[in-house]
């Protein structure tokens, strides 16, 4: 059994068949990548995963406590966190206060203080915060306004208002798409590096395959919303149903 479990999954948009029948078993302390062409429903599956959208049918089980049918924000507080394709984060704020902000939410999902009203308390949490900023790399900005940070560096700034959660399940969408490749190699090694540190599971959605190549130790291949392979690295490669998918021919 993995620490996410995803059985017979089933979802429809009118006429369109987004997700059949999907089984994806994502192991502890694994980085597990889920690739396909466009359309293939990755981003369906994904939102599946984070509570914004319920399945018509199967289950989904995160140590084995179902996901479906809670919000966003209590699927969070079970652990999961997510890295958006587009990094959101609150551009009129600094770094550090971007970091801390997590760290105030009120179990309502509200953004504000609650527990942590006290000037030690604060203290504690901007330690924290920081701890996390220096893992990113980014201990050095952080008095800087999110808003006028590159594209790369607000990616880094989201990760840190995850890992300040301390979550198990760490969920990127495209955590490279838009990035120099400078940056992208960049992004590969602090994604190895906060595994090692935090000891996290990380499901990856991915486009570019030299991300997937390096990180991934299992691999599911989606094609219109259908899981056709899950396998190791090594025998993703050159598989004929996967050429198929993203090429339209299989292999000879």
Same mark, same amino acid.
């Given at each position: 059994?993995?620490?996410l479990e995803v059985?017979?999954?089933? !979802?429809?948009?009118? +006429?369109l068949?987004?997700?059949g029948d999907v089984?994806?078993? *994502?192991?502890? =302390?694994?980085?597990?990548a889920i690739?396909g062409?466009?359309?293939a429903g990755? /981003?369906?599956l ?5 509570g !914004?959208l319920?399945p018509d049918?199967?289950?989904v089980?995160f140590? +084995?406590n /179902?996901?479906l049918?809670? !919000?966003?924000h209590?699927? =969070? ?5 997510r890295v958006f394709?587009?990094p %959101? ?17 009120k179990?309502?999902g509200a ?6 009203e006290t000037v030690?308390?604060?203290?504690d949490?901007r330690? !924290?915060?920081?701890?996390?900023l %220096?893992d990113v =790399? @980014?201990l050095d900005?952080?008095? @800087?306004?999110?808003? /006028?940070?590159s594209r790369?560096d607000k ?5 840190? @208002?995850?890992?300040v ?8 969408d495209?955590?490279?798409?838009g990035m120099?490749r400078a940056d ?5 090694q602090?994604l190895? #590096?906060i595994?090692?540190?935090r000891?996290?599971t990380?499901?990856?959605i991915?486009h570019d395959m030299?991300v *997937?190549?390096?990180l ?7 094609a219109? +919303?259908t899981p056709?392979v %899950? #396998?190791?690295?090594d025998?993703i ?8 998918a ?7």
């Amino acid at each position: 059994m993995g620490i996410l479990e995803v059985k017979g999954v089933n !979802k429809r948009f009118g +006429g369109l068949q987004a997700l059949g029948d999907v089984n994806l078993s *994502v192991q502890e =302390n694994t980085c597990h990548a889920i690739i396909g062409p466009n359309g293939a429903g990755k /981003s369906t599956l994904l939102n599946v995963l984070v509570g !914004k959208l319920i399945p018509d049918s199967g289950s989904v089980m995160f140590d +084995g406590n /179902s996901v479906l049918g809670r !919000k966003p924000h209590e699927i =969070n507080q079970m652990g999961i966190s997510r890295v958006f394709q587009t990094p %959101e984060i609150f551009g009129d704020l600094t770094v550090i206060e971007n970091v801390m902000i997590p760290c105030f939410a009120k179990r309502d999902g509200a953004f504000r203080m609650h527990a942590y009203e006290t000037v030690a308390a604060e203290k504690d949490i901007r330690e !924290k915060a920081e701890a996390i900023l %220096e893992d990113v =790399n @980014m201990l050095d900005k952080l008095n @800087m306004h999110a808003a /006028s940070m590159s594209r790369g560096d607000k990616r880094r700034l989201e990760m840190a @208002m995850c890992l300040v959660q301390e979550p198990r399940l760490l969920l990127l969408d495209e955590p490279t798409a838009g990035m120099a490749r400078a940056d992208t190699e960049a992004t590969i090694q602090l994604l190895k #590096d906060i595994r090692v540190k935090r000891g996290l599971t990380m499901a990856i959605i991915e486009h570019d395959m030299n991300v *997937v190549f390096s990180l991934a130790e299992r691999i599911t291949v989606l094609a219109q +919303g259908t899981p056709l392979v %899950e #396998d190791t690295p090594d025998n993703i490669k050159g598989h004929p149903k996967v050429r198929e998918a993203y090429l339209g021919e299989a292999q000879v």
